[in-house]
């Protein structure tokens, strides 16, 4: 047998491999791989991986990948378009270690830097990891990153009992000199503005009264009811604060719920928050079942923030079949996910809804229902089990010109990838419908050659405008990264 010349394999077999499930599969090339991963990653556990595995899946994707220009454009576009930000402060310190004498990399370290906090969660990554020295062009790169901030931001993400505090950075990076910087080091400039400073100096007022011999209960809730009503009403509070705050809200000042809604639904606020979409379901989930006045217009607030927040979805032509994989490894977060976004898709286009898992079913909702309605009657029909790809296309009973699959791509059932399947389909019905793979896991495999399929990834409301180019450039996403100067 041949050593070193062995047979030729064809581009389709060299291609294919086992998922997480141990089902057949295909790999993504390893740029798709890497993007994916970086834009659904929390660097949490999922279902088939834990934090640590996650962690070293992305190190060994940066590791094999040569092109470091995009692995760092890759960096910036999830931090500041999708909002990923744990899994951007390891790239960014892998980078570091890797990337030596290459001038664009100060730059990079300037860009992926969205809030002074990510400056010290990619200092405290690198020194866990590889200690001191810090290279210079993380130094330059994130020394540039504090003009970025004003006084309120820096005070805010001074982040004084981290392992790295802010004012360490400032030692370690040596910003330009300015009276921001001066103030930060000497331990003058604190931020009372922000809601944790709010409620912890109404803590301190209200134990300064107890002691004056007043009800500390009482105290304590007239001192949070004046801070929450300063805060919605002068609007110093951020939108994720708001959203995450609003069962404090209610409970404590529901005078200015009024108020409160009316923020939740400001179109600019929250586009500009790059809240991600299930943070809505988190926070309804939080106050649906409190029984107190207000809760009544909250909902509706949130349900009104949740259809501005996804508004972006793309104009599709034509019949499409949008499919939810509701198999049991997609519980939780990813469900959560599929469920809101295939919601938006059904109510903005001509389409029909599937579910699947051991076997594949068409639901029906009223699309004049809310989407957080829609996605709620989804989430409450998926049954967990197994995840059966083949069923898609043996149950799908029209032609269509696209399909949408939101899965983990953890296809199992049958042990084989239901390429057949589709391709008998196609042949039944006379059509060659575009089918996106839509990742919500990162794990790395595809359920289809990539060449036959339109890959995409994401937890962000930004994956639609990427599906309104894909139809004429399945590559769209890839390139949109390209594009990114450095």
């Known amino acids: 047998m041949a050593k070193f010349n062995s047979t030729k394999v064809s581009a389709v077999e060299a291609t294919k491999t086992v998922n997480l499930a141990g089902g057949e599969a295909y790999a993504q090339s390893a740029k798709l791989e890497f993007v994916s991963h970086l834009l659904t990653s929390f660097v949490g556990n999922q279902f088939y991986r834990t934090e640590s595995e996650g ?44 990337v030596k004498g290459e001038s664009w990399t100060k730059d990079f370290f300037n860009k ?22 810090v290279p210079n062009s993380l130094k330059k790169g994130l020394a540039k990153a504090f003009e970025k901030f004003d006084a309120y931001q820096i005070g805010k993400y001074r982040k004084e009992n981290g392992d790295i505090a802010l004012v360490d950075v400032v030692n370690i990076v040596h910003p330009k000199a300015s009276p921001i910087i001066t103030s930060l080091v000497k331990g003058e400039l604190k931020s009372t503005e922000t809601w944790e400073a709010k409620l912890s100096k109404a803590g301190q007022d209200a134990a300064a009264k107890s002691e004056a011999g007043e009800s500390l209960e009482e105290v304590l809730a007239d001192t949070k009811k004046e801070a929450w009503t300063e805060m919605i009403t002068s609007r110093k509070i951020g939108y994720f604060a708001l959203l995450k705050n609003l069962r404090n809200i209610l409970q404590s000042a529901p005078g200015v719920i009024d108020e409160a809604c009316a923020m939740l639904v400001e179109e600019k606020l929250i ?20 029984g107190i006045d207000g809760v009544r217009k909250v909902v509706m607030a949130i349900n009104k923030a949740i259809d501005i927040s996804l508004s972006n979805v793309p104009k599709l032509a034509g019949k499409t079949l949008i ?16 469920s809101l976004f295939a919601s938006v898709l059904y109510k903005a286009t001509d389409s029909d809804l599937m579910l699947f898992s051991n076997n594949a079913n068409y639901v029906s909702p009223n699309p004049a229902d809310s989407t957080m309605t829609i996605a709620d ?3 409450r029909v998926a049954e967990g089990g197994g995840t059966n790809f083949h069923a898609i296309f043996q149950t799908a009973n029209k032609k269509y010109d696209r399909i949408i699959i939101l899965s983990d791509m953890q296809g199992w059932v049958g042990y084989y990838s239901p390429k057949a399947e589709a391709q008998a389909y196609q042949k039944q019905y006379s059509v060659t419908p575009y089918i996106y793979s839509w990742d919500l896991a990162g794990q790395g495999t595809m359920q289809f050659p990539e060449r036959n399929v339109i890959a995409l990834a994401g937890f962000s409301d930004k994956v639609f405008d990427i599906m309104g180019m894909v139809e004429t450039d399945k590559n769209a996403l890839i390139k949109r990264i390209e594009e990114i100067v450095l």
Do not use: C, W
């Open 55 to 98: 962690i070293k899946t992305l190190k060994a994707l940066i590791s094999n990948i040569d092109d470091n220009k995009f692995l760092a454009k890759a960096a910036i576009f999830a931090r500041n378009e999708y909002g990923m930000r744990s899994v951007t402060h390891i790239v960014a310190a892998e980078l570091a270690k890797k």
């Open 112 to 133: 992926v830097v969205f809030r002074p906090d990510d400056m010290t969660e990619i200092l405290a990554y690198y020194m866990s990891k590889y200690g001191k020295p």
């Open 271 to 290: 586009k500009n928050s790059k809240v991600l979409p299930f943070r809505f379901t988190t926070a309804m989930r939080e106050i649906e079942s409190l």
């Open 323 to 338: 499919v939810v994989d509701a198999s049991g490894s997609m519980q939780g977060k990813p469900i959560e996910i599929a």
């Open 377 to 379: 009657g989804i989430q």
